[in-house]
């Protein structure tokens, strides 16, 4: 009998390649926001999944033995996403991690990046740092987990790759700036899938990190060179020290034809040298790994040939959903328990004299305007789906509330309690928008804002 393997992210660039060459392998269940309409692959199961939820990852999850978990910042599901790239990658590998362990998964495979070796957390770029809080939250609870760093990964269909391409082929002279003297191990989209599938379902894999890459050590300036030669083109490539962060980011995004919000993390991440530290090096098996040129090679041959998608079903949405997720600090590591309490206090009080919380004997809230009898918002709390980590309140009734089925908001522990994420799930304003979007979506950022000042400055028992 096949293990079943679940891709999380099985519509990107490795999830498809990784489908193409184990569908006969491994019976694979690719998860989606949307239901297959129609399928390419008759092997391969496709599920519909809310990865915001955890009720619907983890139904998701059933019956899976392993999970890759090839998700980076998700695009916005919804109208309005209030929240940083960081916080939701947070949220969704926390939400994932804990469905994997309602499901007793076997293991999960996490393909991350490179960490710059001897660099403190702090100083790491926000793409890096959020795939290191990634990696840990997939590895905080009781299933085994393995950290797959990657660099820059050369083949058909990668973004990457396809950013370096294109500037090759549109600009006869590159004045480069001077994060292009960066170094890094680029690594071929073969030997990144052999090396997942060397990880995948085996024990001495459980737990550890590996950091891989060709031992070919290249700056960004010289594989632009050799992208160069394999393409046949004459470029002249030089660097100065002057051009900025930002007028990279222009420059690289225009000219490689490639959307802001992947430019921007990457070109934040190039001021640092991306080297496999040997502590973290591949050693399941060897590897014939190939050089650079050879990748950029064999991307080219095969860029007609990306597998293709299956046809998905439109999904039927709720207009004006709003998300919004922000992170709260727990210096003095209380529960999220404790800060869901805390908040039920602090924002009548806040509101001196405007806003009054009522509570009745189950933990149900609603918040009043000062004399008002009908509630602006009203939360029923689920105590079945809540924990002393997690605190859940579905957004049931309110004048404020546009539709009371759906959406719901959490207060949850995050990275072994060191941060604690709030979060608005779904919600439907019952504002216009335009005017929802003035007021009481500025106003929800601002109370949260000082919510965060004011469990940094709390001095209380």
Same mark, same amino acid.
């Given at each position: 009998?096949?293990?079943?393997?679940?891709?999380?992210? +099985?519509?990107?660039?490795?999830?498809?390649?990784?489908?193409?060459?184990?569908?006969?392998?491994?019976?694979?269940?690719?998860? #989606?926001?949307?239901?297959?309409?129609?399928?390419?692959?008759?092997?391969?199961?496709?599920?519909?999944?809310?990865?915001?939820?955890?009720? #619907?990852?983890?139904?998701?999850?059933?019956?899976? !033995?392993?999970?890759?978990?090839?998700?980076?910042?998700?695009?916005?599901?919804?109208?309005?996403?209030?929240?940083?790239?960081?916080?939701?990658?947070?949220?969704? /590998?926390?939400?994932?991690?804990?469905?994997?362990?309602?499901?007793?998964?076997?293991?999960? *495979?996490?393909?991350?990046?490179?960490?710059?070796?001897?660099?403190?957390?702090? !100083?790491?770029?926000? @793409?890096?740092?959020?795939?290191?809080?990634?990696?840990?939250?997939?590895?905080?609870?009781?299933?085994?987990?393995?950290?797959v760093r990657a660099?820059?990964?050369?083949?058909?269909?990668?973004?990457?790759?396809?950013?370096?391409?294109?500037?090759?082929?549109?600009?006869?002279?590159?004045? =480069?700036?001077s994060w292009t003297? #960066?170094?890094?191990?680029?690594?071929?989209?073969?030997?990144?899938?052999?090396?997942?599938?060397? =990880?995948?379902?085996?024990?001495?894999?459980?737990?550890?990190? &590996?950091?891989?890459?060709?031992?070919?050590?290249?700056? &960004? %300036?010289?594989?632009?060179?050799?992208?160069?030669?394999?393409?046949?083109?004459?470029?002249?490539? $030089?660097?100065?020290? $002057?051009?900025?962060?930002?007028?990279?980011?222009?420059?690289?995004?225009? $000219?490689?034809?490639?959307?802001?919000?992947?430019?921007?993390?990457?070109?934040?991440?190039? %001021?640092?040298?991306?080297?496999?530290?040997?502590?973290?090096?591949?050693?399941?098996?060897? *590897? +014939?790994?190939?050089?650079?040129?050879?990748?950029?090679? @064999?991307?080219?041959?095969?860029?007609?040939?990306?597998?293709?998608?299956?046809?998905?079903?439109?999904?039927?949405?709720?207009?004006?959903?709003?998300?919004?997720?922000?992170?709260?600090?727990?210096?003095?590591?209380?529960? +999220?328990?404790?800060? +869901?309490?805390?908040?039920?206090?602090?924002?009548?009080?806040?509101?001196?004299?405007?806003?009054?919380?009522?509570?009745?004997?189950?933990?149900?809230?609603?918040?009043?305007?000062? &004399?008002?009898?009908?509630?602006?918002?009203?939360?029923?709390?689920?105590?079945?789906?809540?924990?002393?980590?997690?605190?859940?309140?579905?957004? #049931?009734?309110?004048?404020?509330? %546009?539709?009371?089925?759906?959406?719901?908001?959490?207060?949850?522990?995050?990275?072994?309690?060191?941060?604690?994420?709030?979060? *608005?799930?779904?919600?439907?304003?019952?504002?216009?928008?335009?005017?929802?979007?003035?007021?009481? /979506?500025?106003?929800h950022l601002w109370?949260?804002?000082?919510?965060?000042?004011?469990?940094?400055?709390?001095?209380?028992?």
């Amino acid at each position: 009998m096949k293990p079943t393997v679940a891709i999380a992210g +099985a519509g990107g660039y490795v999830g498809r390649w990784f489908i193409d060459r184990f569908k006969d392998r491994y019976h694979i269940v690719a998860l #989606s926001r949307s239901d297959v309409a129609v399928p390419v692959d008759s092997e391969v199961e496709w599920r519909k999944v809310e990865m915001f939820s955890i009720t #619907s990852t983890s139904e998701a999850l059933q019956g899976v !033995d392993y999970a890759l978990y090839l998700i980076h910042s998700m695009g916005a599901t919804t109208r309005l996403n209030q929240g940083s790239f960081e916080d939701t990658d947070l949220l969704l /590998a926390d939400n994932f991690v804990r469905a994997a362990e309602i499901n007793q998964l076997k293991q999960i *495979i996490y393909l991350g990046g490179i960490i710059p070796e001897g660099k403190k957390e702090e !100083d790491l770029s926000a @793409h890096l740092r959020s795939r290191l809080e990634v990696e840990k939250t997939l590895g905080s609870r009781s299933v085994p987990m393995t950290a797959v760093r990657a660099g820059i990964i050369v083949g058909p269909g990668g973004s990457s790759f396809s950013m370096i391409q294109k500037l090759v082929q549109k600009l006869p002279i590159m004045v =480069c700036p001077s994060w292009t003297g #960066s170094k890094t191990q680029a690594i071929s989209l073969q030997n990144n899938l052999d090396i997942l599938q060397s =990880c995948l379902g085996n024990p001495k894999a459980f737990g550890k990190i &590996y950091e891989i890459g060709s031992p070919e050590v290249l700056t &960004y %300036k010289s594989m632009l060179q050799q992208t160069a030669d394999v393409l046949g083109k004459k470029r002249f490539i $030089f660097s100065v020290p $002057f051009l900025s962060v930002g007028f990279s980011k222009l420059w690289v995004g225009y $000219f490689g034809e490639s959307p802001a919000k992947l430019v921007a993390p990457l070109i934040e991440s190039l %001021k640092h040298d991306m080297l496999v530290a040997s502590k973290y090096r591949f050693d399941l098996k060897e *590897i +014939a790994y190939d050089s650079y040129s050879e990748s950029v090679r @064999h991307a080219l041959a095969f860029e007609n040939a990306i597998p293709r998608l299956p046809k998905f079903k439109k999904n039927e949405r709720i207009l004006n959903t709003v998300r919004s997720i922000q992170r709260l600090p727990n210096t003095r590591h209380q529960s +999220a328990l404790w800060i +869901a309490n805390r908040y039920k206090v602090w924002l009548p009080t806040f509101f001196r004299f405007l806003i009054r919380a009522e509570e009745n004997s189950r933990g149900d809230l609603g918040f009043f305007l000062a &004399y008002g009898k009908k509630p602006m918002l009203q939360l029923t709390w689920i105590p079945d789906r809540s924990d002393i980590k997690r605190q859940l309140f579905y957004i #049931s009734g309110g004048w404020l509330v %546009k539709r009371f089925d759906y959406g719901w908001l959490e207060f949850r522990e995050v990275l072994g309690g060191k941060y604690v994420i709030s979060a *608005i799930h779904e919600f439907v304003p019952r504002l216009p928008w335009f005017v929802y979007i003035l007021t009481q /979506a500025k106003i929800h950022l601002w109370v949260m804002k000082s919510f965060r000042k004011y469990l940094e400055q709390y001095k209380g028992s």
